[in-house]
C-alpha cells in the first residue's frame, strides 16, 4: 500500500517536500462547490446529505491533489448534537437558539443522532480517496463551540462569553465538559467510520487571558485529547488554537497532540525555536497573500518554507482560503511546495 506522506509527518517523519492541504480547501472559491451548492440550497442541508458533502470533500482533491482530504462539514454541529437548534441567517452566518447566557444547559436535550450524517460522509469519502491521500476529521474546541452557545451567534470579541466564564465559571465549565464529552465520541465515531487524523479548530482562542487560556483551552483540548486517545490510540490529533500566539509552546506541551497548527500571525521562525524539537508543526501562509499571487506569494511560501526545513511540517495556510482565491493561484502554490524537495 502506497504511504501516506501527511500521516508520515504526524507521527514525526520529516520529508522531502512537505504535504499539504489547505483549510477549507473544500469550498466556495471551487466553481464545482459553487454550482453543488446552488442545486442544494443551504449549507446545513449540504452538510446533512451525506452524498453530497462526500462530493464536496472530494473536489479539491480530484482538482489538486492535495495530500490530505479534510471532511466538509461544520464546527456548530456538536452544539447542535447537544440540544441547541442551529441555521444559518444569509450574509449573517451561524445562529444557535437557545442562548445558554439566557438558559441553563440543562434545558436542552441531546440529540447525538443529528451527527449521523456525518459518519455518512466519512464512511463514503473514505471508499473513494487515493491510496496515498490521508483523510482528516475534525471538530471545534470547547472554548470555541462554548462562544458559540452562549453568545447564540459569533461575535468580536466573545466579550458574553468570557464574562460568564468569570461570573459563573461552575455553569460555564458545564457547559465545556458537555462539548468535551460528546467530541470525544464525535471524533471517535469518526475514525470508527474511516478518518485517520483529526484537527481540533479554536478559532477563538486568541481572546482568552494566559490564565483564561489554561483553563478554558488548554485543559479541555487535553481532555479530548486524553479521551480520544483512550478509544482510538492509532489517530493522530492537530491542534490549531488561532490567536495563540505566545501561549503555543505551552498548549503543544500540556495538551498532548501530535502536530500544531500556526495562523499567520505567527512568526514560523519563532515556532521552530519555541515549541518542542521535533513536534511537527502545520502551516502557516497568509491567505491573502495567495489571494495576491505571482512573486510576493513566491516569497511569503519560501519564508514558510526555509523556517520550518529543519522539522516536520505539513504545509496549511494559517487559516481558511478565501472564497475569491483564484484557482491558478492555488495551483501556483502546489507548484512551488512540491518543488520545494531537497
Same mark, same amino acid.
Given at each position: 500500500?502506497?504511504?501516506?506522506?501527511?500521516?508520515?509527518?504526524?507521527?514525526?517523519?520529516?520529508?522531502?517536500?512537505?504535504?499539504?492541504?489547505?483549510?477549507?480547501?473544500?469550498?466556495?472559491?471551487?466553481?464545482?462547490?459553487?454550482?453543488?451548492?446552488?442545486?442544494?440550497?443551504? @449549507?446545513?442541508?449540504?452538510?446533512?446529505?451525506?452524498?453530497?458533502?462526500?462530493?464536496?470533500?472530494?473536489?479539491?482533491?480530484?482538482?489538486?491533489?492535495?495530500?490530505?482530504?479534510?471532511?466538509?462539514?461544520?464546527?456548530?454541529?456538536?452544539?447542535?448534537?447537544?440540544?441547541?437548534?442551529?441555521?444559518?441567517?444569509?450574509?449573517?452566518?451561524?445562529?444557535?437558539?437557545?442562548?445558554?447566557?439566557?438558559?441553563?444547559?440543562?434545558?436542552?436535550?441531546?440529540?447525538?443522532?443529528?451527527?449521523?450524517?456525518?459518519?455518512?460522509?466519512?464512511?463514503?469519502?473514505?471508499?473513494?480517496?487515493?491510496?496515498?491521500?490521508?483523510?482528516?476529521? @475534525?471538530?471545534?474546541?470547547?472554548?470555541?463551540?462554548?462562544?458559540?452557545?452562549?453568545?447564540?451567534?459569533?461575535?468580536?470579541?466573545?466579550?458574553?462569553?468570557?464574562?460568564?466564564?468569570?461570573?459563573?465559571?461552575?455553569? @460555564?465549565?458545564?457547559?465545556?465538559?458537555?462539548?468535551?464529552?460528546?467530541?470525544?465520541?464525535?471524533?471517535?465515531?469518526?475514525?470508527?467510520?474511516?478518518?485517520?487524523?483529526?484537527?481540533?479548530?479554536?478559532?477563538?482562542?486568541?481572546?482568552?487571558?494566559?490564565?483564561?487560556?489554561?483553563?478554558?483551552?488548554?485543559?479541555?483540548?487535553?481532555?479530548?485529547?486524553?479521551?480520544?486517545?483512550?478509544?482510538?490510540?492509532?489517530?493522530?490529533?492537530?491542534?490549531?488554537?488561532?490567536?495563540?500566539?505566545?501561549?503555543?509552546?505551552?498548549?503543544?506541551?500540556?495538551?498532548?497532540?501530535?502536530?500544531?497548527?500556526?495562523?499567520?500571525?505567527?512568526?514560523?521562525?519563532?515556532?521552530?525555536?519555541?515549541?518542542?524539537?521535533?513536534?511537527?508543526?502545520?502551516?502557516?501562509?497568509?491567505?491573502?497573500?495567495?489571494?495576491?499571487?505571482?512573486?510576493?506569494?513566491?516569497?511569503?511560501?519560501?519564508?514558510?518554507?526555509?523556517?520550518?526545513?529543519?522539522?516536520?511540517?505539513?504545509?496549511?495556510?494559517?487559516?481558511?482560503?478565501?472564497?475569491?482565491?483564484?484557482?491558478?493561484?492555488?495551483?501556483?502554490?502546489?507548484?512551488?511546495?512540491?518543488?520545494?524537495?531537497?
Amino acid at each position: 500500500m502506497p504511504s501516506k506522506p501527511l500521516l508520515d509527518v504526524l507521527s514525526g517523519k520529516r520529508v522531502d517536500a512537505p504535504p499539504m492541504w489547505l483549510m477549507r480547501q473544500a469550498g466556495r472559491y471551487l466553481p464545482e462547490y459553487r454550482a453543488l451548492r446552488a442545486e442544494k440550497g443551504g @449549507f446545513l442541508e449540504l452538510v446533512n446529505d451525506s452524498e453530497a458533502a462526500a462530493e464536496v470533500t472530494l473536489q479539491p482533491i480530484r482538482r489538486f491533489g492535495f495530500d490530505g482530504a479534510i471532511l466538509f462539514s461544520d464546527i456548530l454541529v456538536v452544539p447542535h448534537a447537544l440540544g441547541q437548534d442551529l441555521w444559518f441567517e444569509a450574509g449573517e452566518g451561524p445562529r444557535l437558539a437557545p442562548k445558554l447566557v439566557d438558559h441553563a444547559l440543562e434545558s436542552l436535550t441531546a440529540a447525538p443522532e443529528r451527527l449521523n450524517p456525518v459518519y455518512g460522509t466519512v464512511r463514503r469519502v473514505a471508499a473513494a480517496l487515493p491510496a496515498q491521500t490521508a483523510f482528516l476529521g @475534525f471538530a471545534g474546541s470547547p472554548w470555541t463551540n462554548a462562544t458559540y452557545m452562549v453568545a447564540g451567534q459569533g461575535s468580536r470579541d466573545q466579550s458574553e462569553t468570557r464574562r460568564m466564564a468569570y461570573a459563573d465559571p461552575g455553569a @460555564f465549565g458545564a457547559i465545556i465538559d458537555a462539548i468535551v464529552a460528546m467530541s470525544i465520541d464525535y471524533l471517535a465515531k469518526q475514525v470508527e467510520a474511516g478518518v485517520e487524523a483529526v484537527q481540533l479548530f479554536d478559532s477563538w482562542a486568541g481572546s482568552l487571558s494566559p490564565a483564561q487560556f489554561e483553563r478554558w483551552v488548554i485543559a479541555p483540548n487535553a481532555a479530548i485529547v486524553a479521551g480520544l486517545r483512550a478509544r482510538c490510540p492509532q489517530v493522530r490529533i492537530i491542534g490549531f488554537p488561532k490567536g495563540a500566539g505566545g501561549k503555543l509552546a505551552a498548549y503543544a506541551r500540556e495538551t498532548g497532540v501530535d502536530a500544531i497548527g500556526l495562523d499567520e500571525t505567527v512568526d514560523p521562525v519563532w515556532a521552530h525555536r519555541e515549541l518542542p524539537a521535533g513536534l511537527p508543526v502545520q502551516g502557516n501562509l497568509d491567505p491573502l497573500a495567495l489571494i495576491a499571487g505571482g512573486t510576493e506569494l513566491e516569497a511569503a511560501v519560501r519564508r514558510v518554507l526555509d523556517a520550518l526545513s529543519d522539522r516536520p511540517h505539513i504545509f496549511n495556510l494559517g487559516h481558511g482560503i478565501q472564497q475569491d482565491t483564484p484557482i491558478a493561484h492555488v495551483e501556483q502554490l502546489i507548484g512551488i511546495v512540491r518543488g520545494a524537495a531537497k
